[in-house]
């Protein structure tokens, strides 16, 4: 089991059943509408899992999170701590503050964190530059591509011939790409991101 960031289509973001997010995606609507904004509906249809297709996102979340903290607090204000951390749905639209929900998710029970993915994007950027992340790193995440190249032994083979302070502490890397490839796909895609 354990806890996977993914992209969500449009069938499960509208579904208002049991394992849907149409609660949340209604409340956000309305708290949008509240601030003069569009409603966000053009969610595109979730796509099989494919690697390599950039057409869905899948990440399981299995290392210690301690280094990112550490790294966070070294290198970014609290607000953008939150803006990176705090949230627990992303959405592809540029809020100029995270929008807070009255209803739980599959990942909260009573209320629910919204971030737009340009914001998430600008801050996973800044810690993607002060460890110098390898252009190496996956790009399309489909189905575990980030997970799998960190554990099985290619960000280390890379590490041995290219070290820099991305390789200091893999773990750390691993999330800071974790969040950037998740906004990126989020941009590209229209489709919201959450943890599962």
């Not at 299995?62 to 627990?88: F, K, N, R």
């Not at 002060?130 to 790193?137: D, F, G, M, N």
């Not at 302070?165 to 990126?184: G, I, N």
Request: charged share 20%.
């Amino acid at each position: 089991m354990g806890i996977y960031l993914v992209s969500v289509g449009a069938e499960e973001w509208f579904d208002e059943g049991e394992g849907g997010w149409g609660e949340v995606a209604s409340s956000l609507n309305e708290e949008l509408g509240r601030r003069g904004l569009p409603p966000y509906e053009s969610v595109p249809e979730k796509t099989d899992l494919v690697r390599g297709s950039g057409q869905a996102f899948e990440e399981k979340l299995i290392p210690s999170m301690d280094g990112l903290v550490a790294l966070c607090q070294a290198h970014l204000p609290p607000d953008a701590v939150e803006t990176l951390c705090g949230w627990s749905v992303m959405v592809p639209m540029s809020l100029d503050e995270e929008i807070w929900l009255p209803v739980g998710s599959s990942y909260t029970e009573s209320s629910t964190m919204v971030a737009g993915a340009p914001q998430v994007l600008e801050v996973a950027e800044r810690l993607a530059a002060a460890i110098s992340l390898p252009r190496e790193t996956p790009e399309m995440c489909d189905n575990l591509d980030l997970t799998m190249w960190f554990m099985d032994g290619s960000a280390k083979d890379l590490a041995a011939v290219r070290p820099g302070p991305w390789s200091d502490d893999l773990d750390t890397a691993f999330y800071v790409a974790l969040y950037l490839r998740a906004a990126q796909h989020s941009i590209r895609r229209g489709c919201p991101i959450v943890y599962s």
